[in-house]
């Protein structure tokens, strides 16, 4: 059984920075793709940032300079992506999800967390 779990959300003042924290535990054999995605309240769930195995990364016009989704680490069973977010604006407010593509033994799906608020504001 594959889980993702995101650690890292709270509130913060603008212009102020963030770490979150993308945790995939369980029998993975590899993960292709990670993702963050973020849904503020009335809004469709938005793609924020992506890398991939082989260390791509691409990200929405709205956080590229300010947010940097870093390599994914591998210790024991635990593989950690994280998202580094500066610069953070109101406009960043969300309940932000992890999703990954993760092959466990002959399975090849996609895997979602449960999201970590994230709240800018004076």
């Known amino acids: 059984q594959v889980q993702l779990m995101e650690s890292g959300g709270g509130l913060v003042q603008p212009g102020g920075s963030l770490r979150l924290s993308c945790a995939a535990s369980?029998?993975?054999?590899?993960?292709?793709?990670m993702r963050w995605y973020r849904q503020a309240p009335g809004k469709q769930r938005e793609l924020v940032a992506t890398?991939?195995?082989?260390?791509?990364?691409?990200?929405?016009d709205s956080v590229k300079g300010r947010f940097t989704i870093s390599t994914i680490s591998r210790d024991n069973a635990k593989i950690t992506g994280n998202l580094q977010m500066n610069s953070l604006k109101p406009e960043d407010t969300a309940v932000y999800y992890c999703n990954a593509d993760i092959k466990s033994g002959r399975l090849f799906t996609e895997y979602w967390g449960q999201g970590t608020q994230v709240t800018v504001s004076s």
């Open positions: 369980g029998t993975i054999s590899t993960i292709y793709n």
């Open positions: 890398i991939t195995g082989g260390g791509s990364t691409n990200y929405a």
